[in-house]
């Protein structure tokens, strides 16, 4: 395919109806303050209010009613799209501040002994995207300018029991309702060079191209498009899971199941255009363009999302010593498809430790995956969604007295994968970072 067209398709193709905030990685956002260290490997821990996203039978072994909650949380996220055009690079930046996790923790020993109850409001993904782009005099490409908006987040609020049923047996239930909103607005002007579309004279070198009158050149070829996606849709979250500890070993078993409520995705595009190509006429190249072409877009889509997917996690705790603890969790989430989103079977790992260097200080560092949900990248193929797979790490220190403690850390996702930036068949490498600096704290009593 020649420059022009790529281009053309490039500035049509830059955003699908999938093409908004993430709804194909399940672990951005690592929520609850013990959990975000040990980079979400909590399924067989689950002792404090986090219980409610992780394993709601770990409330079962609480040991203190809590307050707990992420004070505040930085985010930045870059993705890369190596050599897009030409070899020029194309880069995506979003970034905010959120609180990914409150909640509480009760126990209700009063009422029946080892029933505890939690609360809590949490985060399972945020983007917040400014985009300015500017590329001028590439080719037959005069300037492509391009500023987009992207405001998403799935967030949940939710209220989880567990009963201890024997001393080492804990089971539990949990129900969340979710909400999950996103925003994309988006403008995109493309002008090209004038080319040449016709010969004032028959020439021998160009037999089979139009003669006209002047000098041959036209009008620039030109597309302007306003774009609008907004994605609302609601569901109800039901968790159930069990807790067994014997010894220095622990295992966690959760299931979770979502229904949609509501799911309704607004679309609408107004664009103008002349673009009429450009092919190889006599081995040249031969630029066309057309009448204007305006057209407005207006549709609401009723179930884009169609279902979300199960999710099923296992997870084993070590605890070899009063100081020291190992973590380790298998988490899968089922197939959810849709003409709009298409979200394979994804099965992600995450383990992580904990040391306590004195009994004032723990330090906790986690490993996990973040795979991505969309089908990957095929050659000979064109108009496909990027694919790009993540391996976290976690790093927090902690500060610990007998009601109280706080934590602060980083949690860093590095990234590759492959994309069709511009449309066509071409494929493109592409790398992303992403980083979380948050501090949390709990109160006990």
Known sequence: MNRITRVALWALAMHGLTAQADQFHYSNLVVGERAMGLGGAFTAV?????????????????????????????????????????????????SGTLAPFFGGLQKLDNVMPGLAVAFGLFANDSELKDQNDTIENYGSLERFHRTANVRGSTTGIGFAAAKRVLGNLSIGAGLSYLMIDELTQEYQDVKYKSGLTCVPVASASRPNWPVCTGNGFVDQAFLEQNTRFHLGSTAMEFNLGAQL???????????????????????????????????????????????????FTNQNIKDPLKTLPSEIRGGVAWFPSSTLLWTFDTIHYTAAISDN???????????????????????????????????????????????IDYMGYSLFGGW???????????????????????????????????YTFAISATHSF
Do not use: C
């Open 400 to 434: 610990v007295q007998p009601n109280s403690q706080v934590a602060g850390g980083v949690v860093l996702q590095t990234g590759s994968g492959k994309a069709q930036k511009t449309g066509d068949a071409t494929i493109q490498s592409v790398e992303a970072l992403s």
């Open 341 to 387: 989103y298409h979200r394979d079977a994804v099965t992600n790992f995450a383990t992580g430790a904990e040391y306590y260097i004195t009994p004032s200080i723990p330090i906790r560092a986690g490993l996990f995956t973040n795979y991505d949900a969309r089908p990957k990248v095929q050659d000979g193929k064109s108009g496909q969604p990027d694919h």
């Open 245 to 295: 500890a014997t010894g220095s070993w622990s295992f966690g078993l959760t299931t979770k199941i979502r229904k949609l409520i509501t799911d309704k995705l607004e679309y609408a595009v107004d664009s103008r255009t002349n673009i009429g190509g450009a092919s190889a006429l006599d081995n040249v190249l031969h630029f066309s363009t057309t009448p204007m072409n305006a057209q």
């Open 46 to 94: 689950a002792d404090d209010a986090s219980a409610l996203v992780y394993n709601p039978a770990g409330l079962g072994f609480a040991l203190s009613n809590d307050l707990s909650g992420s004070a505040n949380a930085f985010y930045q996220r870059k993705v890369t799209y190596k050599k897009t055009i030409g070899n020029q690079d194309f880069t995506e930046k979003s």
